[in-house]
């Protein structure tokens, strides 16, 4: 729709932009290399932060950036996610048939490991997202599951992704136990404005633009309007950049930017 009004080769603020054309922040850089060192020691990983700040953009980042050779990623996402669930799941991405009982499961999870890790030489990673709305009996499992070999190793390197309450929950007293096997933590934050104001180039970039569509007074109420959730910054601009084609501008400025935000997303 805008994109030929623009010149754009490709849409610029969609959630399907490949990881090499992504925003390289500070903090991405940071969490890849936290939980990279995770994945090769088999480590236990919690990510958080504010809804919308890119926590699945930067697991999937991570995700795309491991050796397959060296790796099997297994991945999650389910607000009821149930203990049976969790290894039927997992079994299932193994291409196993997952046995009924949630010990039986277990056990068979656990073999299907040991085989993986001894004929294929595989390390196996398993990424749960949206981890803040797990009960607190699949939280115990977690703690169960990596238990093996008299706590002296864990099985897999397991990485839980999920809202900032997340760690707010694993500083309870109930859940002591988990928090303390935590091996690595990744707190996501807003981009501050130099950070947004890069993030918006690199998009428009990846689309193909070379000049300013952007000016900075808009580039300013956009991170008013957002405080630097991406998610945010992606939905304003789709809506300045629809808006600004529409009405034949080839600059948007920051009143522009207000009349979207009053009128669309407000």
């Given at each position: 729709m805008f994109e030929s009004f623009y010149g754009?080769?490709?849409?610029?603020?969609?959630?399907?932009?490949?990881?090499?054309?992504l925003y390289q922040s500070t903090m991405l850089e940071e969490t890849f290399g936290r939980l990279n060192y995770a994945a090769q020691r088999q480590m236990f990983a919690v990510v958080?932060?504010?809804?919308?700040?890119?926590?699945?953009?930067?697991?999937?980042?991570?995700?795309?950036?491991?050796?397959?050779?060296?790796?099997?990623?297994?991945?999650?996402?389910?607000?009821k996610l149930t203990p049976r669930h969790f290894y039927k799941g997992l079994l299932e991405q193994l291409g196993c048939e997952a046995k009924f009982y949630r010990g039986d499961a277990k056990r068979q999870l656990h073999k299907e490991i040991e085989l993986m890790q001894g004929i294929h030489h595989l390390q196996p990673v398993v990424i749960v997202d949206e981890a803040h709305l797990l009960d607190r009996e699949m939280l115990e499992e977690v703690r169960f599951l990596l238990n093996t070999k008299?706590?002296?190793?864990?099985?897999?390197?397991?990485?839980?992704?999920?809202?900032s309450e997340l760690w707010e929950r694993f500083q309870l007293q109930t859940y002591a136990a988990i928090r303390q096997r935590i091996d690595i933590q990744c707190k996501l934050p807003h981009m501050d404005?130099?950070?947004?104001?890069?993030?918006?180039?690199?998009?428009?970039?990846?689309?193909?633009?070379?000049?300013?569509?952007?000016?900075?007074?808009?580039?300013?109420?956009?991170?008013?309007?957002s405080s630097g959730t991406a998610r945010?910054?992606?939905?304003?601009?789709?809506?300045?950049?629809?808006?600004?084609?529409?009405?034949?501008?080839?600059?948007?400025?920051?009143?522009?930017?207000?009349?979207?935000?009053?009128?669309?997303?407000?």
């Open positions: 754009m080769t490709r849409t610029p603020f969609s959630r399907d932009i490949p990881t090499d054309h958080t932060g504010d809804c919308g700040t890119g926590k699945t953009t930067a697991i999937r980042y991570f995700k795309e950036c491991l050796d397959e050779a060296k790796f099997t990623v297994m991945y999650l996402a389910d607000s008299m706590d002296a190793r864990s099985p897999m390197s397991l990485i839980l992704v999920g809202q404005r130099a950070q947004m104001g890069e993030y918006v180039k690199k998009h428009l970039t990846y689309a193909g633009v070379e000049q300013d569509i952007f000016s900075d007074n808009a580039v300013d109420e956009i991170f008013r309007y945010l910054v992606n939905k304003v601009c789709t809506h300045s950049l629809i808006y600004g084609s529409q009405n034949k501008r080839r600059i948007i400025d920051d009143h522009m930017v207000k009349f979207v935000v009053q009128g669309e997303l407000s």
